[in-house]
């Protein structure tokens, strides 16, 4: 039986509850809207023909009664679409807030259709504007179908009420609740698929861009797989050939410099030997985690070459101190004092920079400037070992 009912009054999964009732009530504000503009329009219209002299008055006797309906529907249309143009320059308005505005706005549509059609029947037997009422808010408005049936059904008591009041027959009123109660039910079922329709749509549209976010996630996850190196965390060779093609095509563009700086732990190998590959993984990193420091410090990148070697990209830097800048990376190295015994330069790990800084041409090919940077640090590391 529960399960009936939540299928009937469809229930919104507990994990778009939120989004799917906010995306509802605001288009239901914005159908309300343009559906008001046309009633004010056909009313303004009806209550000037309503001045028209004729010489068969289409209202008789009944007549100040229609045209203070007339008056109050026009009245009631111009607040509620000065309030929904005021709702819509104000978009943090909560969600239950607007959803009361719209039961309101409902709600006394619905009463007035019904009052003006009581006084239809009482002069013409007639309920055309409340019928014409229920179904128009079934296919302008989305609301749970539970809240649009009790808003039925309060409206459907006062109009049944207020048929026995004006006295009409037995026959009379049994006809007329037998007729807005057939409208009724067709309203709701109206409503209801229709907001049932929109519930399976806004999940089917949520479930694919779950389904895109995750694979532009996996995307991203795999391309940062394929351009940083696994034990460092700094970019890979393939990634490095990308940022040196793209900085020397900016550098080009914006006349500025390029520094190429190319790094090589000392004696390396005889760390491994002493050491062991695993602490000659941690060294790695360690010099690694002051290099990607000083890159992020100069707007630069910071990649792993190979092995024991990393290249420095410093796009754009117009700065007199920078190679001392650079060049201070080797006490910061030999401060982390990981000892190096065998090396017979200095007791702790240190480094040799070479670098090379120009501004970009056309007819040079960027990887010049890596060739010459590693010839600079050729010639350093052959100065610190002889």
């Known amino acids: 039986m529960r399960k ?219 391309e940062t797989i394929s351009c940083v190196d696994s034990l460092t965390n700094l970019y890979n060779r393939r990634k490095l050939d990308i940022i040196i093609d793209e900085q020397w095509k900016n550098a080009i563009n914006e006349n500025i410099e390029l520094f190429l700086v190319m790094i090589d732990i000392d004696y390396f190998k005889k760390y491994n030997d002493t050491y062991g590959h695993i602490a000659g993984d941690g060294c790695i990193i360690e010099i690694s985690n002051v290099l990607k420091d000083f890159c992020e410090d100069h707007s630069g990148f910071a990649a792993r070459y190979g092995g024991d070697e990393f290249c420095l990209v410093l796009p754009g830097i117009h700065n007199a101190t920078l190679i001392d800048e650079i060049m201070s990376l080797k006490s910061k190295v030999r401060n982390l004092e990981m000892l190096n015994e065998l090396s017979p330069i200095d007791k702790y790990v240190t480094i040799s920079i070479g670098i090379y800084n120009d501004s970009p041409k056309k007819d040079i090919k960027p990887w010049s400037f890596v060739v010459k940077a590693d010839q600079e640090l050729y010639k350093n590391k052959l100065k610190r070992e002889f």
């Open 4 to 222: 009936f009912l939540e299928d009937l009054f469809v229930k919104i999964p507990k994990e778009y509850k939120d989004e799917f009732e906010r995306e509802a009530t605001l288009n239901s504000l914005k159908n309300s809207a343009h559906f008001l503009k046309w009633i004010l329009l056909i009313e303004i219209i009806v209550t000037i023909v309503s001045f028209v002299p004729m010489s068969k008055p289409l209202y008789g006797t009944s007549l100040k009664y229609y045209r203070g309906m007339y008056f109050l529907l026009i009245a009631m249309v111009i607040f509620y679409i000065i309030l929904f143009r005021n709702i819509n320059k104000h978009k943090n308005i909560k969600t239950k807030k607007l959803q009361n505005i719209i039961l309101f706005h409902i709600l006394s549509g619905l009463i007035w259709s019904a009052g003006i059609s009581i006084i239809d029947q009482i002069y013409n037997r007639e309920a055309t504007v409340y019928l014409t009422f229920i179904v128009a808010i079934a296919l302008v408005v989305y609301i749970k179908p539970k809240l649009l049936l009790i808003v039925y059904g309060l409206v459907q008591v006062f109009f049944v009420s207020m048929r026995f009041i004006i006295n009409g027959t037995e026959a009379e009123v049994f006809a007329s609740t037998l007729n807005t109660s057939v409208f009724i039910v067709i309203g709701w079922v109206i409503e209801r698929h229709l907001y049932k329709n929109r519930l399976e749509n806004f999940i089917k549209t949520k479930i694919i861009e779950e389904k895109n976010l995750e694979l532009k996630r996996a995307n991203e996850k795999l």
